[in-house]
């Protein structure tokens, strides 16, 4: 068999360990088979004996012995007389065994079974990825990172399999290195050109509702379960739970100790804000919990438009929305509802007061963005607090400060 360089393609086999021996063997008798109907005509009278270990196989030729002139059948019986050249002791009636020489089929015939030996365990060993990962999409993985481009991530499992992190499925915070291992969730698995492509997420709301079943045994156990999950991927995600067992407490079984549940989770999202709510049918509960950590005052809910305005008092507008809006946006996706922010000026209408964002064409928009993050997102919430309280709690230069106030209070002024 090492002659006709069969045996690379068995070791493919060997190498495939996934490939269950009865279906390698299938293959290889096939594809001899074939090779078997095109010089014979048929297959019936042959037996393939393969020995996959050893990377050979043996061809069996199986034939009855007739009395001589009684052969109908030349595949099926051979004569007496024929029988006897091959072996002294034959009888006629019983079976003659004669090995077939693999190189009787030629050269070419030899070369083309080799070519779909090869093919046929290739094709094997894709579709066994395919199972493999596909009965695994929403698990979580852990592969190392082979090759890193700008596009997307070539990372290995265990067992060498290719896998691909998109730049799309990663956290903007994300930065890896060669030999980094990562651990993401099976997204989707993809055929292109015929070939399995198995991508990876770390954006996924799977990727968190997984990493919660990890650290939170209430959740693997199933008596606490996550109804939603909403994410701004690196920014914040808000997590909707609910306990099937009214002696847990979902969200502090969530969070743990001192949040010593959620802590590796945020480390691991890299410093990814999670808000975890208690879920509830109640919809005006629901919104107010979405929109966590503001407090609302009052809302004005609109079932046939999905549509809700909600009150707040001023100091709580900037944290209902948060940074560039990722909190009433999330809040939005959890509820399915399209939120609209009132500051809430009942005690106090007679006080005038401008948005931030007003001032745009004045003050640098980074400036703005700095003071909205401390919740200072109208002009009277920037003089409420003292240079020295802007300058402590911003990153922003004292003479910055000044000139915003002196901008801001010159509107008043004008008044």
Not at 303 to 310: A, L, M, P
Not at 316 to 328: D, E, H, P, T, Y
Not at 390 to 400: A, F, G, K, N, V
């Amino acid at each position: 068999m090492a002659s006709i360089n069969l045996i690379e393609a068995f070791q493919d086999f060997k190498d495939a360990e996934n490939i269950d021996r009865p279906t390698m063997m299938k293959v290889v008798e096939d594809v001899f088979k074939t090779l078997l109907r095109k010089k014979y005509g048929a297959d019936d009278n042959f037996d393939v004996i393969v020995n996959a270990e050893k990377g050979d196989l043996e061809i069996m030729r199986r034939r009855t012995i007739v009395e001589d002139g009684e052969v109908e059948d030349p595949l099926a019986q051979i004569a007496y007389s024929d029988a006897r050249k091959i072996e002294p002791d034959y009888e006629v009636g019983e079976d003659l065994y004669e090995e077939v020489e693999i190189l009787d089929f030629g050269r070419r015939a030899i070369l083309a079974a080799k070519q779909t030996l090869a093919s046929r365990i290739s094709d094997l060993k894709k579709n066994v990825l395919v199972k493999k990962y596909g009965d695994r999409v929403g698990d979580i993985i852990n592969a190392e990172v082979y090759q890193v481009w700008k596009k997307e991530i070539l990372l290995l499992d265990e067992e060498g399999n290719e896998l691909i992190l998109p730049k799309s499925e990663q956290i903007p915070q994300d930065y890896f290195k060669k030999g980094e291992s990562i651990r993401a969730v099976v997204k989707k698995v993809e055929l292109k050109n015929n070939s399995p492509v198995i991508i990876l997420s770390r954006t996924s709301p799977l990727f968190l509702a997984k990493l919660l079943e990890i650290e939170v045994p209430e959740i693997f156990d199933g008596l606490i379960v996550i109804k939603k999950i909403v994410r701004e991927p690196g920014e914040r995600a808000k997590v909707a739970v609910e306990s099937y067992d009214d002696r847990i407490d979902p969200v502090g079984a969530c969070v743990g100790m001192k949040g010593s549940r959620i802590h590796g989770i945020v480390r691991e999202l890299k410093n990814e804000n999670i808000d975890v709510i208690n879920w509830t049918n109640n919809q005006q509960l629901l919104i107010q919990r979405s929109l966590t950590p503001a407090k609302i005052t009052s809302m004005e809910i609109d079932n046939e438009r999905h549509h809700v305005n909600v009150f707040l008092k001023p100091d709580q507008v900037s944290l209902a929305i948060g940074r560039k809006g990722v909190n009433i946006k999330l809040a939005q996706e959890l509820t399915g509802l399209t939120i609209d922010v009132f500051r809430d000026n009942e005690g106090d209408e007679e006080e005038y007061d401008i948005d931030l964002d007003e001032f745009a064409d004045e003050i640098d928009t980074w400036i703005i963005d700095e003071l909205k993050r401390i919740g200072c997102d109208t002009a009277r919430s920037v003089l409420d607090l003292t240079v020295d309280e802007l300058e402590r709690r911003t990153d922003l230069e004292r003479e910055s400060i000044e000139e915003v106030r002196k901008i801001v209070k010159a509107e008043f002024e004008k008044e």
